[in-house]
């Protein structure tokens, strides 16, 4: 007996672009304030609804593109940063300049920066412990 299955017809690729990155947070004002000092981000947009606020927060000047959304539930309880992701990638000029800035503005310390044949890279930790990872690409 043979096979007379047939091979999957083939299919068109779902249009995707990357939109945002989403972070519940314990202290909203906290939070917002350290992303706005750090790395010169803007509330773009607040979204207000019963049981959460969430600041959309972007570059200034910019309507559309990636987004950090701080999302704070208003019934308070614990946040606590899990072990199931990796760090938030930010490009930045100067990953020296950008890792001692993020730390003068509460960042804590997480690996000072070093070069790899592709990159400068350093990591930090924000105020409530999420891991940012700093790079500067080589031209």
């Not at 202290?27 to 979204?47: C, H, N, P, W």
């Not at 987004?67 to 899990?82: E, M, Q």
């Amino acid at each position: 007996m043979t096979d007379t299955a047939t091979a999957p017809a083939p299919t068109t690729p779902i249009s995707v672009r990357m939109g945002f990155v989403k972070f519940v947070v314990q202290d909203l004002e906290k939070m917002r304030s350290f992303y706005e000092r750090a790395f010169g981000l803007v509330v773009a947009q607040t979204i207000d609804l019963p049981d959460i606020l969430e600041l959309v927060m972007r570059r200034p000047g910019e309507e559309a593109g990636f987004s950090l959304i701080l999302y704070w539930p208003k019934s308070g309880g614990d946040v606590a940063v899990g072990t199931a992701h990796g760090p938030l990638g930010l490009y930045v000029r100067d990953v020296d300049a950008a890792y001692a800035h993020a730390v003068k503005e509460g960042a804590a310390p997480f690996r000072e920066p070093w070069d790899t044949e592709a990159m400068r890279v350093a990591f930090v930790l924000d105020p409530e412990g999420r891991e940012l990872e700093l790079i500067s690409m080589r031209r």
